[in-house]
């Protein structure tokens, strides 16, 4: 029976829809809104509206911090099983390794077959200098925060995770004499819940602000000739999306993969239109538990891991810009150069941080590892942010699906609550 209160009044269909019905007309409306105000020289009025999505990204990032680590730090004194979150850990790492390779591959496989390269002129590109990568140990090492306040101010989710996994040890060593804080870290995790609601459920107009912004700023004219290279990245994330993360769902966790893309509809438009693959934790982590009834010790460790160092559309968008590139200025790759793309963009996927653009920045590494001219990157900059949206859709989507595949290996999931259709709704603000 349902008991949700209906609204009423001149706006009530609105208002009783759920919330993932009212982001995808958002989205929808934001790309008519956006095209006819490029077509008719409006785009200036693109970029105003702009201001109301970036307000609500702004509100997305601030739970990003006290998120993670209150979420974390639950987590953890949840589990009294070391040995247990030790085999989370690790079946996380190699879902997400092995599941970036395979993007990569996908994305080599498929600028083979669109040849997204060939006919595009880069004779007005301008050169780039090659980002340098730090060593891997160096990487490791800056993993463990000096100071854990700058740490939270800059925003580094890594060393964020490791200070939250090592306070939440800390408690569960201590025992007792730490109930008052692990009381206080529960309490404190329902209230940054009930924020997240809050401002999730401004959600449909920031989505209509970025859409109309995108739309408004692009246009046609630059979609076009480079619809290739858009159409090889979309349609190798929706197959990958489909095939490896739903095939991995059903013949692996043993679940129903479409209530899985069901469930996550909400984090996959929000990624869609933010570009900001730590941008949607917040809203990512509410889906994957009350939408498919993924337990908050798995979700809490899984998904701020998975939204740091899981970036498979950044791999297979590296792998399409790559042969686009090679293609275009008429380099031929042969099958060493392949296996150096693969194993270049799976770690480079792993290196890059979950913001806007920063996928653009990794591909010179990769450019540079087999030898490419780093000019093609400015042609392909200019499309950056419509290739960000599909690629980071595709890195949330795969977040959930190992958080639900590594919930089910652990008997961590209701399989009732994931088996029951049910979507996030806007919560009720008329008392506040």
């Not at 077959?113 to 160096?138: H, N, R």
């Not at 739309?215 to 090889?232: E, H, K």
Request: hydrophobic letters at 55%.
């Amino acid at each position: 029976m349902d008991t949700t209160k209906r609204k009423t009044g001149f706006l009530a269909p609105w208002r009783n829809m759920l919330l993932w019905k009212q982001i995808v007309i958002a989205l929808v409306l934001g790309v008519i809104v956006g095209i006819v105000l490029n077509s008719t020289g409006n785009g200036a009025i693109a970029v105003s509206i702009k201001y109301v999505g970036t307000l609500f990204l702004s509100l997305i990032k601030m739970l990003i911090v006290p998120l993670i680590f209150v979420s974390l730090v639950c987590g953890m004194t949840s589990v009294s099983d070391m040995a247990r979150m030790g085999r989370i850990g690790l079946k996380s790492i190699i879902f997400y390794l092995g599941t970036t390779a395979f993007a990569i591959t996908i994305g080599l496989l498929l600028g083979t077959l669109f040849q997204p390269g060939v006919g595009i002129d880069l004779g007005t590109a301008i050169a780039m200098e090659p980002k340098s990568s730090p060593p891997f140990i160096q990487q490791l090492i800056a993993i463990v925060p000096k100071n854990p306040i700058a740490a939270a101010a800059d925003g580094n989710v890594l060393q964020i995770i490791f200070f939250a996994i090592m306070f939440g040890l800390s408690i569960n060593l201590v025992g007792d004499a730490a109930k008052p804080i692990r009381d206080f870290f529960e309490a404190l995790n329902s209230v940054i819940l009930k924020l997240t609601e809050i401002v999730i459920s401004f959600a449909p107009y920031g989505v209509f602000a970025l859409m109309a912004w995108v739309s408004g700023t692009y246009g046609l004219d630059l979609l076009l000739p480079l619809g290739t290279v858009i159409a090889a990245l979309y349609i190798g994330c929706i197959l990958h999306a489909i095939f490896v993360y739903g095939g991995l769902v059903a013949v692996v966790a043993r679940l129903n993969p479409r209530r899985f893309f069901q469930g996550i509809v909400e984090p996959q438009i929000v990624a869609f239109t933010s570009t900001s693959s730590s941008g949607t934790l917040p809203v990512t982590m509410t889906a994957v538990q009350k939408n498919l009834g993924v337990n908050r010790s798995v979700a809490s460790f899984t998904l701020p891991l998975g939204a740091t160092i899981n970036m498979d559309g950044t791999a297979m968008y590296q792998g399409v810009a790559a042969l686009f590139v090679a293609q275009a200025f008429g380099v031929e790759l042969g099958m060493s150069e392949y296996i150096t793309i693969i194993l270049t963009s799976t770690l480079a996927s792993i290196g890059t941080a979950g913001v806007p653009g920063a996928g653009l920045v990794m591909l010179s590494l990769v450019l540079t590892s087999v030898g490419l001219p780093l000019e093609g990157v400015a042609i392909i900059a200019g499309i950056d942010r419509i290739l960000d949206m599909a690629r980071t859709s595709l890195n949330v989507t795969g977040d959930a699906a190992c958080t639900v595949i590594i919930a089910k290996s652990e008997d961590q999931i209701d399989l009732e609550a994931y088996n029951t259709p049910h979507v996030l709704e806007a919560p009720d603000l008329s008392r506040a």
